[in-house]
């Protein structure tokens, strides 16, 4: 199996009800938000908010992660996609890393996308075992964008089930948004 540090793309968890002001205003950031379908819980979300991270769009670098597992079974009667993006245009535009999970740090710092991404501890997400603390807190290190993410950066949205791609190929093609569209329940919990 190839190494998560080898892959190319990086993940963003959402509602499917989020999609239709997604694809006309783009992943935002939190801070930037005021009506959307809000599946996170607002313990971390207050932790973030004091570590400034509101400010930033957030990525995971592979699916279900334990951040995706948590949400989704946390809200079993949503819907949810995957949106990718290619990690080469994280590395052009120079988004942030951090290494492992924000709030498992005692001083969030963000690193510069070469320095985070040599930071991370490949092994140990590889291993994703979410079982050791060390492990578990890498699986849900986080590339950050300073900016929002046009719909027309998107590679591929990954939905769980036939229903829930047409509803997506739908909302795209009402926007003019050429992205791939990709059945795989085995990327959700």
């Known amino acids: 199996m190839t190494s998560i540090k080898d892959q190319k793309f990086i ?8 999609l239709p002001s997604i694809l006309s205003r783009g992943l935002q950031p939190r801070s930037n938000l005021t009506s959307f379908a809000d599946v996170a819980d607002h313990e971390i979300i207050g932790s973030r908010e004091k570590a400034n991270l509101q400010n930033y769009v957030p990525f995971h670098f592979f699916a279900r992660s334990p951040f995706d597992g948590a949400v989704q079974q946390s809200n079993p009667a949503k819907i949810f996609i995957l949106i990718a993006i290619h990690r080469s245009l994280a590395e052009a535009n120079n988004w942030s ?6 709030l498992s740090l005692a001083k969030v710092e963000l690193l510069n996308y070469i320095d985070g991404i040599a930071a991370i501890d ?10 050791d603390n060390h492990s578990r807190n890498v699986c849900m290190a986080e ?19 036939q229903k829930s791609a047409i509803r997506v190929t739908k909302m795209l093609q009402a926007k003019s948004i050429d992205c791939h569209v990709n059945i795989n329940p085995k990327m959700f919990v």
């Open 11 to 18: 993940y963003h968890l959402t509602d499917i009800d989020n």
């Open 97 to 102: 890393i951090i290494p492992k999970h924000p």
């Open 122 to 131: 490949w092994d140990a997400m590889d291993k994703r075992d979410y079982s």
């Open 143 to 161: 590339c950050l964008s300073p900016t929002v993410v046009s719909a027309h950066s998107f590679f591929s949205i990954y939905v769980k089930d």
